[in-house]
């Protein structure tokens, strides 16, 4: 399945803008389950520098540096996508047989296995996902019995999320804490990410953040509007034996063909989109334009 993805940032400037220097996470990464045909970046003004690194995680970087003076940036980034159907079924399979319980994933995460070692970075908490309060950890414990299956427990985490918060638009921001999060039961996808991260790391299972698209449908007997998707957010487990498993408590999915994969970090602050230092005064307006079509549809 072949997907495109327009992704337009557009900054506006209350005023002149003398310099400026940002990096972009727009570029979808290669995976054993997607492999990138295509892509461009477009960036107005014209940068007086670029260049393309890939960071820690994998994500790929495009650093932009803009001497020119302006009152508006504009970073358009244009994809093509090939998600492979059969690869996502097989690991679907996998991940389903994986048995091991969450006492045998937690005694194991406490001794040296050399498959496990790079998973333990993700069990630090970071500024924005700090380690939760006992009163959440009490919340992911009636999940996480001992002797469940940790795949199944994670399942039914998401689908815990999923019933008891509101996705609400506007109630928050990226720097939101996830206890305010919990106690309102209420944010969007990044919230609900950070919030199943931060809970997982706590009771000692490596999690991490993950960023992408999702294709989205229009209601019934309406017309799909052209930038009206979103860049959309989940989480990564991480089971001993089988490896990373995601997923999406926003809608209550295990991750499959209709995903695209932008990046992975400990938290958002490693693959937010566009960031960046202006020299300038004032505020600014952001606004951002997103659009996922199948093209064998």
Not at 217 to 225: A, C, Y
Not at 260 to 286: F, H, Q, R, T
Request: aromatic share 12%; charged share 25%; hydrophobic share 35%.
């Amino acid at each position: 399945m072949i997907y495109e993805i327009f992704h337009e940032t557009k900054f506006n400037y209350a005023n002149i803008v003398t310099f400026s220097h940002n990096i972009a996470r727009l570029k979808p990464k290669n995976t054993t389950t997607q492999e990138l045909l295509e892509h461009a970046i477009k960036i107005n003004p014209t940068p007086y520098e670029v260049s393309e690194f890939t960071d820690y995680y994998g994500n790929t970087n495009n650093f932009m540096l803009i001497r020119e003076s302006h009152k508006s940036l504009i970073v358009t980034s244009t994809s093509k996508v090939k998600r492979n159907l059969d690869i996502l079924k097989e690991e679907l399979e996998l991940l389903k047989k994986s048995d091991i319980t969450v006492k045998g994933a937690l005694e194991r995460l406490k001794t040296f296995n050399k498959e496990d070692v790079l998973a333990k970075q993700f069990l630090f908490e970071t500024q924005s996902i700090p380690m939760p309060s006992n009163v959440i950890k009490n919340y992911i414990s009636e999940i996480f019995t001992p002797e469940k299956k940790l795949f199944e427990a994670c399942n039914e985490f998401m689908e815990r999320i999923f019933t008891d918060f509101e996705f609400v638009s506007g109630f928050s921001d990226i720097t939101t804490p996830i206890e305010l999060i919990f106690k309102e039961k209420k944010g969007v996808c990044q919230d609900f990410a950070q919030f199943a991260i931060s809970a997982l790391r706590g009771i000692g299972i490596p999690a991490k953040y993950m960023s992408g698209y999702i294709q989205t449908h229009p209601l019934e007997g309406q017309e799909k509007l052209f930038g009206a998707d979103a860049s959309h957010a989940w989480f990564s487990a991480y089971i001993p034996g089988y490896g990373w498993a995601d997923f999406d408590p926003t809608n209550n999915k295990i991750p499959n063909e209709e995903y695209i994969i932008l990046g992975e970090g400990k938290d958002y602050n490693d693959i937010a989109p566009l960031k960046g230092v202006v020299l300038s005064s004032g505020n600014s307006n952001l606004s951002v334009r997103v659009n996922v079509k199948r093209l064998d549809d």
